[in-house]
C-alpha cells in the first residue's frame, strides 16, 4: 500500500546527502549511502497535513498545542507502552543541539561524561567542545559481530564517578537494539552510582523483526532518566527541526526548562510541530511497512555479500536503517577504502569516526533498486581491494 521503491526527488533540492557529494567526496555522481536519511518519500498523511498548513498561509510563532503533546504522548504509550503526561514532553529542535544543552546544564567543566564506543560521533563532539572529560566503555563484540555492553568495565567507570552517561539505543552504528534486561542494568548502574542517564532513543521505531525497543523511560528509575525521541529518522523529517524531551523528573525538567529559556532557545519550528503531530496520528502503519521494506532491504545485503563477498562481514541488524559492515579483511583503513568506494560510485560513512578502523557504516533507507546498484559498487571495489 505505501511506495517505497520510487525515489524521491533529492539531488539539486539541497539533501546534504546528494548536493554535497561532489563537495565532500569529490564525485557527484556516486551513489550515497551516507548521511542517516531517507530516499523514499514521508507518508502521505504527513505531506497532507504540511500542505494544508501551507494553505492556510500563516508561519507566525507557534507554541506545542496540547494536540500536538496528546500526539506525542499517544505514540509512546501505543508503540512503546510507556504511560507519558504531557508535562513531561519537553519539544526540541533537534537531538544533538539538545544533547549539546543538556550537557552542559547538567554537568560541569571537566566533570566525566561517558559514552559507548563505536557510537554515533557527535556523541563525543559535544561532550569535547564543553570542555567535558569523555569517558569510553568500549562495547565488546563477539565472533558474529554482534555487540554487547560491558557491565563490568561500566560499573568501574560509573563508580569513578561518572557525572552524566548517554546512551545510543537503539545503537548506531552496531545495529543493536538494547534488550530489556540491558537497559535495566545501565539504569540500575547510573541510579546506583548517581550518573544522570541520558537515552538517545532517536531510532527507537524502526526496529527489525523479534527485536523489540525497551525504554530506558521504563527501567524504573525515573529521576535520574532523560529520554531524547524524535520522528525524524522513522518519517525521514530531519530537516523540519522537531524532536522531543520526555523527562519524568520535575525537578531536571524544570533546571532544563530554565536553563534553555535562559539562553534563549526556541521550541521546534510551526511545520515540524504539524508533522510530528501528523506522524504520531496516522504513521503507525506507514512505519511497519517501512520496517518490513528495511527488512527486506538488509536481507538483500546479506545476499549480495554472502555471494559475492564472503569475507565482509555484517553485524545482524536489530534496529536503525544503518549496517555495519566490517572490511578489516582487505587490510585497508576506513578513510581509504571510503576514497576507493566514492571513486567505484557508492559513498558510505567511514568507521574511524565512530572509533573502529576498517569499518564502513551503509545507510539502506532507500528504494531496493538503489541499494542494489550501490551493492554492485562496493562488492566489486572491496574485491578488488582484497586482492
Ligand atoms: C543516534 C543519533 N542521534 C541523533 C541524530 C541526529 O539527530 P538530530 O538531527 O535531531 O540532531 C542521529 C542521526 O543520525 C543519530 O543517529
Given at each position: 500500500?505505501?511506495d517505497?521503491?520510487?525515489?524521491?526527488?533529492?539531488a539539486?533540492s539541497?539533501?546534504?546527502k546528494?548536493?554535497l557529494r561532489a563537495?565532500?567526496f569529490?564525485?557527484?555522481?556516486?551513489?550515497?549511502?551516507w548521511?542517516?536519511?531517507?530516499?523514499?518519500?514521508?507518508?502521505?498523511?504527513?505531506?497532507?497535513?504540511?500542505?494544508?498548513a501551507?494553505?492556510?498561509?500563516?508561519?507566525?510563532y507557534?507554541a506545542p498545542t496540547?494536540?500536538?503533546?496528546?500526539?506525542?504522548a499517544?505514540w509512546?504509550?501505543?508503540?512503546h507502552?510507556?504511560?507519558?503526561?504531557p508535562?513531561q514532553?519537553?519539544p526540541?529542535?533537534?537531538?544533538?543541539?539538545?544533547?549539546?544543552?543538556?550537557?552542559?546544564?547538567?554537568?560541569?567543566p571537566?566533570?566525566?561524561?561517558?559514552?559507548?564506543?563505536?557510537?554515533?560521533d557527535?556523541?563525543?563532539?559535544?561532550v569535547?567542545?564543553a570542555?567535558?572529560?569523555l569517558?569510553?566503555?568500549?562495547?565488546l563484540?563477539?565472533?558474529?559481530l554482534?555487540?554487547?555492553?560491558?557491565?563490568?568495565?561500566?560499573?568501574r567507570?560509573?563508580?569513578?564517578?561518572?557525572r552524566?552517561?548517554?546512551?545510543?539505543s537503539?545503537?548506531?552504528?552496531?545495529?543493536?537494539v538494547?534488550?530489556q534486561?540491558?537497559?535495566?542494568?545501565v539504569?540500575?548502574?547510573?541510579?546506583?552510582?548517581?550518573?544522570i542517564?541520558?537515552s538517545?532513543?532517536?531510532h527507537?521505531?524502526?526496529?527489525?523483526?523479534?527485536?523489540?525497543?525497551?525504554?530506558?523511560?521504563?527501567?524504573?528509575?525515573?529521576?535520574n532518566?532523560?529520554v531524547l525521541?524524535?520522528?525524524s529518522?522513522?518519517?525521514?523529517?530531519?530537516?523540519?527541526?522537531?524532536s522531543n524531551d520526555?523527562?519524568p523528573?520535575?525537578?531536571?525538567?524544570r533546571?532544563?526548562t530554565?536553563?534553555k529559556?535562559a539562553?534563549?532557545?526556541?521550541?521546534p519550528?510551526?511545520?515540524?510541530?504539524?508533522a510530528?503531530e501528523?506522524?504520531?496520528?496516522?504513521?503507525?502503519?506507514?512505519?511497519?511497512?517501512?520496517?518490513?521494506?528495511?527488512?527486506?532491504?538488509?536481507?538483500?545485503?546479506?545476499?549480495?555479500?554472502?555471494?559475492?563477498?564472503?569475507a565482509?562481514?555484517?553485524?545482524?541488524?536489530?534496529?536503525?536503517?544503518?549496517?555495519?559492515?566490517?572490511?578489516s579483511?582487505t587490510?585497508?583503513?576506513?578513510?581509504?577504502?571510503?576514497r576507493?568506494?566514492?571513486?567505484?560510485?557508492?559513498?558510505?560513512?567511514?568507521?574511524k569516526?565512530y572509533g573502529?578502523?576498517g569499518?564502513?557504516?551503509?545507510?539502506?533507507?532507500?528504494?531496493?533498486?538503489?541499494?542494489?546498484?550501490?551493492?554492485s559498487?562496493?562488492?566489486?571495489c572491496l574485491r578488488?581491494?582484497?586482492e
Amino acid at each position: 500500500m505505501y511506495d517505497f521503491d520510487t525515489p524521491a526527488p533529492r539531488a539539486g533540492s539541497g539533501a546534504i546527502k546528494w548536493d554535497l557529494r561532489a563537495s565532500v567526496f569529490g564525485n557527484g555522481d556516486a551513489l550515497p549511502f551516507w548521511v542517516a536519511d531517507s530516499d523514499y518519500m514521508s507518508p502521505p498523511e504527513v505531506t497532507e497535513a504540511l500542505r494544508d498548513a501551507a494553505a492556510r498561509c500563516v508561519f507566525g510563532y507557534t507554541a506545542p498545542t496540547e494536540g500536538y503533546k496528546r500526539a506525542v504522548a499517544g505514540w509512546i504509550g501505543s508503540r512503546h507502552g510507556w504511560d507519558v503526561s504531557p508535562e513531561q514532553i519537553v519539544p526540541s529542535t533537534g537531538i544533538v543541539s539538545e544533547l549539546a544543552a543538556i550537557v552542559r546544564c547538567f554537568t560541569a567543566p571537566g566533570d566525566k561524561v561517558l559514552i559507548q564506543t563505536p557510537v554515533y560521533d557527535p556523541f563525543a563532539d559535544v561532550v569535547k567542545a564543553a570542555g567535558r572529560t569523555l569517558v569510553e566503555n568500549p562495547l565488546l563484540c563477539d565472533g558474529s559481530l554482534r555487540y554487547t555492553m560491558d557491565f563490568d568495565d561500566l560499573e568501574r567507570d560509573l563508580r569513578s564517578g561518572v557525572r552524566m552517561m548517554i546512551l545510543c539505543s537503539p545503537h548506531n552504528p552496531v545495529g543493536r537494539v538494547w534488550t530489556q534486561a540491558e537497559v535495566r542494568r545501565v539504569a540500575e548502574l547510573c541510579a546506583a552510582w548517581g550518573t544522570i542517564l541520558v537515552s538517545d532513543e532517536i531510532h527507537w521505531d524502526i526496529l527489525m523483526p523479534g527485536h523489540p525497543h525497551f525504554t530506558a523511560g521504563l527501567a524504573g528509575t525515573p529521576e535520574n532518566v532523560i529520554v531524547l525521541t524524535a520522528p525524524s529518522k522513522t518519517f525521514n523529517l530531519a530537516g523540519l527541526r522537531c524532536s522531543n524531551d520526555i523527562i519524568p523528573d520535575p525537578a531536571l525538567r524544570r533546571r532544563l526548562t530554565e536553563w534553555k529559556q535562559a539562553r534563549r532557545l526556541e521550541s521546534p519550528n510551526s511545520l515540524g510541530l504539524i508533522a510530528c503531530e501528523a506522524a504520531y496520528t496516522h504513521g503507525a502503519g506507514w512505519c511497519d511497512a517501512q520496517n518490513a521494506y528495511l527488512a527486506g532491504n538488509a536481507a538483500l545485503v546479506r545476499e549480495r555479500l554472502a555471494a559475492g563477498l564472503p569475507a565482509a562481514r555484517t553485524a545482524p541488524l536489530e534496529g536503525t536503517y544503518l549496517m555495519w559492515l566490517d572490511a578489516s579483511f582487505t587490510g585497508l583503513g576506513s578513510l581509504e577504502l571510503c576514497r576507493r568506494l566514492n571513486a567505484a560510485g557508492a559513498i558510505l560513512n567511514d568507521g574511524k569516526r565512530y572509533g573502529a578502523e576498517g569499518f564502513l557504516r551503509l545507510n539502506i533507507a532507500c528504494p531496493r533498486a538503489q541499494l542494489d546498484r550501490g551493492l554492485s559498487a562496493v562488492v566489486g571495489c572491496l574485491r578488488g581491494a582484497a586482492e
